[in-house]
């Protein structure tokens, strides 16, 4: 096995717990987004609730303002900046219901989760999301890190 690549999350899950992490520790990053998203990744559903101090929860919200469909790999490298949102947008890897504005400003809070999960790996002490690595492939290592959905 390999590790996985620097930002890659080893699933869903691991990615929502970060950005949710990255939320509590910039209050900004939620108001920046200033909605509800619903993420339908396969047969998993998930908010990311940006409204007041933002939260993140397994399941539906009752009444999201986007809903992004994609499948959970495919999320794992939008979530880690190597799947572009544009390009995953005009090629059906990603589908959007509702406010298309707001889906496209998911970009900061990826790029913050990413950024404070390799800061607290950087740190001997922790201090933040754990860093992503362990068991698995490299899915997604290849791509253009850094591009993103611009808001």
Do not use: H
């Amino acid at each position: 096995s390999f590790p996985l690549a620097e930002g890659m999350a080893a699933s869903a899950s691991e990615a929502f717990d970060a950005i949710g992490k990255a939320m509590q520790a910039d209050a900004t990053l939620a108001s920046k987004v200033g909605g509800v998203l619903q993420f339908e990744l396969g047969s998993v559903s998930w908010t990311v609730n940006c409204t007041g101090e933002g939260s993140i929860a397994e399941g539906r919200a009752s009444a999201p303002d986007a809903t992004i469909t994609m499948s959970e790999p495919d999320f794992l490298k939008l979530y880690a900046g190597t799947l572009n949102g544009t390009t995953a947008y005009m090629s059906g890897k990603m589908k959007i219901k509702g406010n298309i504005g707001l889906a496209q400003k998911l970009a900061g809070l990826t790029a913050a989760a990413r950024k404070r999960g390799a800061a607290a790996a950087a740190t001997p002490s922790g201090g933040g999301a754990p860093a992503a690595a362990g068991a698995g492939a490299a899915a997604g290592a290849a791509g253009r890190a850094g591009d993103a959905i611009v808001g």
